[in-house]
């Protein structure tokens, strides 16, 4: 019967449209101009009876979203194309590997211990030689610095004071270590190698006045003993400002090993935060066996600085240059270039998309940890289409508990921390500070999966996806996104950042290219990173953000 019905309605608007044609061609009294409202009146019936009356696609794998596609996050279009309509499936699809798991995992382990020729404390440590920091950024950013603290006061033989954290720039939080950090722990864990101490001494009854300074970006050791060495002898006292990626990431093994002793040992949270962040764990766990952490960057700010164009239209290029001009040093971008050279964040929708050619489908559970999205809601609503699972720490605690945390941008960030690196599965649409560590961090213990966008690639992908089937668009997703997975993998060592590639403290116990389990001795892995640029070319990051950033509010 309702076959009959809609046969009926195709002849009927075939009727109509013979009609209109024969009027068009045959007609020489009418002028055309007439005819217009009829045709648009025609136009608008014509989508109203494809839309609702059209039969579906079926395919054999899953059930299918009705045919609409996102516009870059901003707004949703028709696909009426007859010969390449793209349709997102319900289900992620069958996949040639288990999306949960790292492949091949198993024949790695973190190995962080020193060397017989690495000096203890002890021995290394002089006497009167003080060396203290000030972080910059937000906690991730801090915590890179951090981490390059210890290892400088080992280059120079020093006293390490308990580093004091940013709380004057863009994030504005108040908190100081032990807020955050379990400064009992930092201390103890690390007393083999670097001498720690809460506050800078008296040197009789002389209060010791640091002698504040700067290093270069990405200064080696043989930079610390040039520059910093002599001031220390001199001043006994010396403080390092804005300290993040100050340290290179070429050093000798024993020091990258320390680094990775403070990072993933010596660094852990306050118990209070550490319990809210279980808490929010136990509570997505009990709603799924499995579930995803999205780490989310698409802020108004955060966009405008990147220079990137999203589709939105004078509105979104009038409201992100007004928060551009902030930053009066920043030159000029192109925004397709840095789109097309992967450089820009993806959208919310572009992130689902990617997921769901993957393989994880609309009932995988989502935790998302991210600032205010640039658009909101309308941002937001292709990815909540495409995974309706989806949480925050907003949504899945109360008010009341969050309320020790909420007023304290590096707390929050520390749940999200949390419960990101205890996701089965991780992913992040920018290569931001957060993005790395917990990369680097996940590699490190047991290479958990860690999703990172090919943005170069996928790119052109997303800019043709209406011209191609869904199961074309899927097939050059995976493609694209090999060796962004996270599993490990032997390329040429040095590509990347040291803090989202420990390359130094992962072994591995086998041969990876035969396959077998066989101990053919330890030897250090490394796995893709960052398009396999070299250190030089980076993209931009948190770092040279927040860099500016403060500069201008300040």
């Known amino acids: ?323 551009r001009k902030r930053w009066k040093t920043l030159h000029t971008r192109n925004p397709d270039k840095e789109r097309r050279h992967g450089k820009c964040p993806l959208t919310p929708e572009e992130i689902g998309l990617m997921l769901r050619a993957l393989g994880f489908g609309n009932d995988v559970h989502i935790y998302v940890a991210s600032g205010e999205i640039y658009g909101g809601e309308e941002t937001l609503a292709p990815l909540k289409a495409l995974f309706p699972n989806f949480y925050s720490k907003e949504t899945i605690a109360s008010k009341e508990e969050l309320a020790p945390f909420s007023s304290f941008s590096s707390r929050m960030a520390a749940l999200d921390f949390i419960v990101c690196d205890e996701s089965d599965v991780f992913v992040s649409n920018n290569n931001g500070n957060m993005a790395r560590i917990l990369a680097g961090r996940r590699r490190y213990f047991d290479h958990k999966p860690t999703i990172r966008p090919n943005a170069k690639k996928l790119y052109k992908l997303f800019v043709n996806r209406n011209n191609m089937t869904w199961e074309e668009f899927t097939s050059q997703v995976r493609t694209s996104q090999i060796g962004f997975m996270g599993d490990p993998m032997k390329v040429k060592p040095g590509r990347g950042e040291f803090h989202e590639n420990p390359s130094a403290c992962i072994c591995a116990d086998s041969e990876m290219d035969t396959g077998s389990a066989t101990n053919s001795g330890r030897r250090d892995m490394v796995e893709v990173t960052d398009s396999q640029v070299s250190e030089e070319e980076q993209e931009w990051s948190d770092t040279e953000y927040m860099e500016i950033n403060e500069v201008e509010i300040q």
Not at 29 to 41: D, E, W, Y
Not at 71 to 98: C, I, T, Y
Request: net charge positive.
């Open 1 to 323: 019967m309702k076959k009959r019905k809609q046969r009926h309605h195709e002849t009927l608007f075939l009727g109509i449209i013979q009609i209109i044609l024969h009027t068009l061609l045959f007609s020489r009294r009418r002028r055309i101009h007439l005819l217009l409202p009829l045709l648009s009146a025609l136009s608008g019936s014509l989508l109203f009876f494809f839309v609702f009356f059209s039969p579906p696609i079926t395919s054999h794998h899953n059930h299918l979203i009705n045919p609409i596609w996102f516009n870059n996050g901003m707004g949703f279009q028709m696909n009426l194309q007859k010969e390449h309509v793209f349709r997102v499936p319900m289900g992620g699809g069958s996949l040639s590997r288990d999306v949960w798991t790292s492949k091949q995992s198993k024949f790695y382990h973190a190995c962080s211990h020193s060397t017989n020729k690495f000096p203890s404390a002890e021995v290394n440590t002089h006497p009167n030689r003080y060396l203290m920091i000030a972080t910059s950024g937000g906690l991730n950013q801090q915590r890179t610095g951090i981490v390059d603290a210890v290892v400088a006061a080992h280059i120079l033989n020093a006293v390490l004071i308990v580093p004091k954290l940013d709380q004057k720039s863009y994030w504005k939080d108040s908190s100081n270590f032990s807020e955050i950090f379990d400064v009992d722990r930092f201390i103890s864990h690390l007393s083999k190698d670097v001498k720690i101490i809460r506050d800078l001494p008296r040197i009789g009854d002389k209060v010791i006045t640091p002698y504040r300074t700067r290093v270069p970006r990405k200064c080696n050791a043989k930079c610390y003993e040039t520059r910093i060495l002599p001031i220390l002898k001199k001043k006994h006292a010396v403080q390092l400002t804005k300290f993040d990626y100050r340290l290179s990431n070429w050093l000798d093994t024993d020091l990258q090993k320390l680094r990775c002793r403070v990072n993933y040992h010596a660094l852990k949270f306050t118990d209070p935060i550490i319990e809210m962040g279980r808490k929010l764990v136990e509570r997505i766990r009990m709603k799924s066996k499995h579930f995803v952490a999205l780490h989310l960057r698409f802020e108004p700010d955060m966009l405008a600085f990147s220079g990137c164009y999203y589709g939105g239209g004078d509105k979104e290029r009038k409201e992100l240059g007004k928060i």
